[in-house]
């Protein structure tokens, strides 16, 4: 987990209320519920998120659950997105 991609991670709105959509572990299909992204780029964030280390994925049936890594980027995530 660098440094540099963590911030790149938190550096954007729409993926810090992804973060936000994620305090339960959610698939694609109930992420799309929640934002206003297509999916192309809700996915694009998604790899982003991944490759920063702060959220994980697992495997339900067919299906792949996202989820954030720890409480902390939940209590990270909701301090930042307070700052609005």
Excluded: W
């Amino acid at each position: 987990m660098s440094k540099d991609n963590v911030y790149r991670a938190f550096s954007n709105e729409q993926r810090l209320n992804l973060l936000n959509c994620l305090s339960k572990p959610q698939n694609v299909g109930d992420l799309m519920g929640h934002c206003t992204l297509t999916q192309s780029a809700l996915s694009q964030h998604l790899k982003v998120l991944r490759d920063a280390g702060v959220v994980k994925t697992c495997r339900d049936g067919k299906e792949v659950v996202y989820c954030v890594k720890s409480k902390k980027i939940t209590q990270i995530t909701k301090l930042l997105l307070n700052l609005k």
